[in-house]
Every structure is written in C-alpha cells, then in structure tokens.
C-alpha cells in the first residue's frame, strides 16, 4: 500500500489506516478473537498504521491493539494512541454508559496538563505492552465535547503546559509526531494559532458529504505543514448505507435534508457505475494534505469490503457532480457519541 508522510516529519503511514474503537465495543460487544481476526484481515490488507486510544473500551482497545502488534516485525508499522483522559479503576459493574458494551471496570477523568499527559502516555505503555507510540492525539478537546465553559480550562491546560509535555516527548524521541484527534473544526483552529502541529485526526469533517474543513482548516494545514488524517469517512454510516431508513449521519439519525442529499449523491455514483461508498472513501486522499483515511470495524469481512472500494480510482469528473449536494455540519446533538 502506498504511504504519505506526516506533516514535515520523517514518519511515514499507509494512505488506509485502521481505527480501534469497536476493538473496545462500540455500541456492541467485540469478543477477543474477532478482535484479533479483524485487526489481521487489516494487517493481511496492507494497512501498517493503527489507531488507538485509552478511551475505547476503557483500556480494552490498547490491551487488544497491543497484543496484535507486539507479535509484528519491529519497525513495520505505525502506532497511534491518544492524551485529554486518564483511567481510574472503579468498582465492577460501575462503569458509566459510554455506549462501550462490555468495557474494562473504568472510569475516565479529563487532563490535558503536563502531567496528565505524561501519565497517560505512561498507563498507554502499560496497557499496549509495547515499548513505542508514535503519534500522540490530544483527545476530545473543544467545545463539542466539554461546552464553552469548561473547554477553556481544558484549553488553557493543554495551551499553558499540555503542549510543552509533547513538545519534550517529540524531541526526545519517544513519539515521532503529535496532533489533535477531534470531531471539530474550530478547536483546531484555535490550537493552531498557538501550537505546531504534526497532524490532527479529523473525524466526519471533510468528507464527500461535509465539508466543514474546507474553508479554514485546510488552508491553514497547508500553510503550516499539517497533515491530517480523515476519519469517519461514512459520515456515521450514511454514505456507506445509503438514505436507507434509519440510517445515521453524525451520530444522529440523518434528518430529510440529509436524506434527500444522500440519495442524489447515490444516484450519481449509480450513473458511473461505482458504490458510493468508494467515492467515500476515496474522496479525502484526492488533497495531498491529507496522509491517511482511517477506517474503523470489528468484523473482518467489513474490514475487506471497505478495501475492496479503494481501487479502482473513480474518475476525476465524477466528484464536480457530487458539489451541489455538500453541507457544513451542525454542531453535534448533546447525545453525541464522541469517538
């Protein structure tokens, strides 16, 4: 599989990636040996760059993550995980409703210090059982997540001494790049006024739906030399789905104008005789800005079917037809599940 380099760093990562949020049950349970058959339909794929973090499953994600990778050559690929919340254990049976079925007996607590993060650099080592990360993603920052209020203590923790943990740990040498791995737009515009950034994970906001980063972020990356990675590519479902009923976009069911939308998108790739999803899929690496797309299942054959709508290339001319049909997203519902 081809690979794109990270921002103005030496890091080097496959144009599909893989995202480890249902390896910790989102939304339903992910017993180990699927885990482990999906992560190896991904490695049997081509794809060499994982994503993690401490939050999916509760640690369980990082315990799986780990385990599949530390029987890997040395040095074949390219590890993420993520900062913004430690765990603290709690009793069995406890475990809030994070729409993790079947999660580790945790809790999270939000830090996006100094400290923080280097402690929770130092529990992702722990629980992946590896002697490397890569990429470090600051986690669910911004207003989306924490409201006005309370982002801008989380803000200025990250902006006061968060920054300065990674700063150390990059010129250290123990990770190779770091980022934001956000639903939003407007957080990372904020962080990078003040920061240099290697790559931000930008889920659901610059796909062939919705176009959110594309007057400002992009820009901007350019600019500054970041790259991104694209996650949520099927805008929750949507785009791989189709406007079928009950179909999601955004975490929410899509709404009409959505679904109207959609369907005419559908139509277009009919015409040209391609699944929609491809288009999905093959939309974000178009910009060379952009160094991966990130793909995320528990099942195998999903995982394989996903690939299977990379090549062949759809043609260029396909994607000035999907124009009329493009939205900005509204800001997510308070129900929003945050991955």
């Known amino acids: 599989m081809k690979t794109r380099r990270i921002g103005r760093t030496k890091l080097e990562v496959t144009e599909i990636s893989y995202g ?27 794809i060499r760059y994982f994503d993690v973090a401490p939050w999916y499953g509760l640690g369980l994600a990082e315990r799986r993550v780990g385990d599949f990778l ?10 993420s995980t993520k900062v913004g919340r430690l765990l603290r254990p709690v009793p069995t049976g406890t475990v809030p409703d994070y729409s993790y079925v079947d999660p580790l ?26 002697n490397r990360i890569d990429i470090l993603y600051v986690h669910d920052i911004g207003v989306y997540t924490h409201g006005a209020a309370k982002n801008a203590v989380y803000q200025k923790q990250l902006l006061d001494s968060g920054v300065k943990a990674l700063e150390e740990l990059k010129s250290s040498g123990a990770i190779s790049a770091f980022g934001l791995g956000v639903n939003e737009v407007p957080v990372c ?11 931000i994970l930008l889920a659901g906001r610059y796909t062939l739906l919705d ?39 955004d975490y929410m069911p899509a709404s009409e104008d959505v679904l109207a939308k959609v369907g005419a998108m559908e139509a277009i790739a009919k015409r040209h005789g391609a ?6 899929m093959q939309f974000p690496l178009r ?34 037809e999907f124009e009329p049909y493009t939205l900005v997203a509204p800001p997510l519902g308070a129900d929003a599940v945050r991955v």
Not at 193 to 199: F, G, I, P, V
Request: hydrophobic share 40%.
């Open 275 to 280: 699944p929609l999803a491809a288009a999905a």
């Open 70 to 79: 530390r029987v890997q050559p040395d040095r074949s690929y390219v590890l």
């Open 287 to 320: 910009d060379p800005i952009v160094a991966s797309v990130l793909i995320g299942t528990a099942k195998p054959s999903s995982l394989t079917r996903n690939m299977e709508t990379v090549e062949p290339p759809l043609p260029d001319s396909i994607y000035g």
């Open 20 to 46: 480890a949020a249902p390896l910790g049950g989102l939304y339903r349970a992910c017993p180990r040996e699927q885990a482990m058959e999906t992560l190896q339909a991904a490695w049997n794929s081509g």
């Open 189 to 199: 515009l904020d962080v990078m006024r003040h920061a240099d950034l290697d790559c």
């Open 105 to 130: 007996s945790f809790d999270a607590d939000y830090d996006y210090s100094y400290d923080g993060i280097m402690r929770s650099v130092e529990f992702s080592y722990a629980r992946l059982g590896l």
């Open 211 to 249: 176009r959110s980063a594309v007057a400002e972020l992009l820009p901007l990356c350019r600019q500054k030399g970041t790259s991104l990675v694209i996650g949520g590519v099927f805008n929750s479902g949507i785009l791989a789905t189709g406007p079928v009923p009950g179909s999601h976009f």
